[in-house]
């Protein structure tokens, strides 16, 4: 495994290869990560992982500053899971100026996440395309973890007519069907307990409507109800068309179900995909 920290050193290295399998991380990998490092594994060519924390997306310093650095311990983990090229530059090699031209996602970026995390999808867009530009792969890898980040990639690669296929990584959830997230370490022993409840909320949404339960209102309001009587702090919980977001339809068979919800001071997300004849 070559790992790469400045970007001319990385297009030497990448200029002869003919496919090229991208999987960008901010690093303190779980095997969530992992999981998308051998979905990309499974095609053959050059797989390439990024490790760079995002300022542009950290809506506090503080944020950013918090957020896990644990490159040595990842660089292990992608070398073991047969990475070809790690590239993990610093900030003033992705931002050697300050960062005057940003993309404009559209209105998709503005709900759910967008509502509560300003200018996220716009920190993250501008620099994905950036990776994308640099790296120029023929297929990139996200998580359905992240599914309105999932959603938005696939609509920047179309919208600016990028020859990138984007392919998409289930969620890894532990044994309690918690998801995997690196914000996970941040819960005490009690609050790691009871964050399950957000994936069992939504699992009740779900087997509720592939039952032949059409009240989504309802659903939905039960499910941020039964949060708050725990003590959480609910940011939305809602269901939608999967390709669109849109607010779902009774006539749609293909769903999602979305949850952001505070326990303590960490931020909790997860989703659940939907299928059923309503």
Same mark, same amino acid.
């Given at each position: 495994?070559?790992?790469?920290?400045?970007?001319?050193?990385?297009?030497?290295? /990448?200029?002869?290869? #003919?496919? &090229?399998?991208? &999987?960008?991380?901010?690093?303190?990998? #779980?095997?969530? #990560?992992?999981? /998308?490092?051998?979905?990309?594994?499974?095609?053959?060519?050059?797989?390439?992982?990024?490790?760079?924390?995002?300022?542009?997306?950290?809506?506090?310093?503080?944020?950013?500053?918090?957020?896990?650095?644990?490159? +040595?311990?990842?660089?292990?983990?992608?070398?073991?899971?047969?990475?070809?090229?790690?590239? !993990?530059?610093?900030?003033?090699?992705?931002?050697?100026? #300050?960062?005057?031209?940003?993309?404009?996602?559209?209105?998709?970026?503005?709900? /759910?996440? %967008?509502?509560?995390?300003?200018?996220?999808?716009?920190? &993250?867009?501008?620099?994905?395309?950036?990776?994308?530009?640099?790296?120029?792969?023929?297929?990139?890898?996200?998580?359905?973890?992240?599914?309105? *980040?999932?959603?938005?990639?696939?609509?920047?690669?179309? *919208?600016?007519?990028?020859?990138?296929?984007?392919?998409?990584?289930?969620?890894?959830?532990?044994?309690?069907? =918690?998801?995997?997230?690196?914000?996970?370490?941040?819960?005490?022993?009690?609050?790691? !307990?009871? !964050?399950?409840? =957000?994936?069992? &909320?939504?699992?009740?949404? +779900?087997?509720?409507?592939?039952? %032949?339960?059409?009240?989504?209102?309802?659903?939905?309001?039960?499910?941020?109800?039964?949060?708050?009587?725990?003590?959480?702090?609910?940011?939305?919980?809602?269901?939608?068309?999967?390709?669109?977001?849109?607010?779902?339809?009774?006539?749609?068979?293909? =769903?999602?179900? =979305?949850? !952001?919800?505070? /326990?303590?001071?960490?931020?909790?997300?997860?989703?659940?995909?939907?299928?059923?004849?309503?």
């Amino acid at each position: 495994m070559e790992i790469i920290t400045d970007i001319p050193s990385l297009r030497l290295r /990448l200029k002869s290869e #003919h496919y &090229v399998v991208f &999987v960008p991380t901010m690093g303190n990998l #779980h095997e969530g #990560h992992l999981s /998308l490092i051998q979905i990309a594994k499974q095609k053959s060519g050059c797989l390439v992982s990024s490790i760079f924390v995002n300022r542009l997306q950290f809506g506090q310093t503080s944020d950013f500053d918090q957020y896990p650095r644990t490159l +040595k311990e990842d660089l292990k983990s992608l070398e073991k899971n047969g990475v070809d090229v790690v590239f !993990a530059p610093t900030e003033e090699d992705i931002y050697p100026v #300050h960062q005057e031209f940003i993309i404009e996602p559209p209105p998709l970026a503005n709900i /759910l996440e %967008g509502e509560f995390r300003p200018r996220f999808f716009s920190g &993250v867009a501008t620099l994905v395309l950036k990776l994308f530009n640099l790296v120029q792969p023929q297929l990139a890898i996200f998580g359905k973890k992240d599914y309105q *980040q999932l959603c938005i990639m696939r609509e920047m690669t179309r *919208q600016l007519n990028l020859s990138i296929e984007i392919g998409e990584g289930e969620t890894v959830r532990a044994s309690d069907g =918690l998801a995997l997230s690196s914000r996970n370490r941040f819960l005490n022993k009690e609050e790691r !307990a009871e !964050a399950v409840c =957000l994936f069992q &909320v939504l699992s009740k949404i +779900k087997l509720e409507i592939e039952a %032949g339960n059409k009240n989504f209102e309802k659903l939905q309001n039960d499910a941020r109800e039964t949060l708050i009587s725990r003590g959480w702090d609910v940011d939305y919980i809602a269901l939608r068309q999967r390709n669109t977001l849109a607010p779902a339809q009774v006539n749609n068979g293909a =769903l999602v179900v =979305l949850g !952001a919800a505070k /326990l303590g001071e960490t931020r909790l997300i997860d989703n659940l995909e939907i299928s059923a004849e309503i």
